[in-house]
């Protein structure tokens, strides 16, 4: 449904520490799904578990991915991320940023195609 919806808001975990990718099947297939729709997609929670340097690549890779999204053509924009930065709800383990993980976050929230919620 072009022109009806601004986006679509979706949320993506990945459970397991140190996978090989964030850009897992279920999500290729979102992104597929709504770029048939000529939907981009927000990310209103996502997270990747891990302390080490192997778990801040996977969030490094993920966050390219979604900067790429409008001209990789593998399926809809990626127009907004929010990092769920929490134990809460759960309760397999949390998804809070430590270690080399919060410092690549914290690198990330600075580079240019971030944009801070006191920006207008």
């Given at each position: 449904m072009?022109?009806?919806?601004?986006?679509?808001?979706?949320?993506?975990?990945?459970?397991?520490e140190?996978?090989?990718?964030?850009?897992?099947?279920?999500?290729?297939?979102?992104r597929?799904?709504?770029?048939?729709?000529?939907?981009?997609?927000?990310?209103?929670?996502?997270?990747?578990?891990?302390?080490?340097?192997v778990?801040?690549?996977?969030m490094?890779?993920?966050?390219?991915l979604a900067?790429?999204?409008?001209?990789?053509?593998?399926?809809?924009?990626?127009?907004?991320?929010?990092?769920?930065?929490?134990?809460?709800?759960?309760?397999?383990?949390?998804?809070?940023?430590?270690?080399?993980?919060?410092?690549?976050?914290r690198?990330?929230?600075?580079?240019p195609?971030?944009?801070?919620?006191?920006?207008?």
């Amino acid at each position: 449904m072009p022109n009806t919806f601004d986006f679509a808001g979706v949320d993506h975990y990945v459970y397991k520490e140190s996978v090989a990718s964030m850009n897992t099947a279920p999500f290729r297939s979102v992104r597929s799904f709504y770029a048939s729709r000529g939907v981009p997609i927000a990310l209103g929670e996502w997270g990747n578990r891990g302390t080490d340097a192997v778990a801040a690549n996977e969030m490094q890779a993920f966050y390219d991915l979604a900067i790429g999204s409008a001209t990789d053509g593998a399926g809809a924009r990626v127009v907004g991320m929010a990092y769920f930065d929490s134990n809460l709800n759960s309760p397999a383990g949390g998804w809070s940023l430590t270690g080399e993980p919060l410092n690549r976050f914290r690198a990330l929230m600075t580079a240019p195609t971030s944009l801070l919620n006191r920006q207008n």
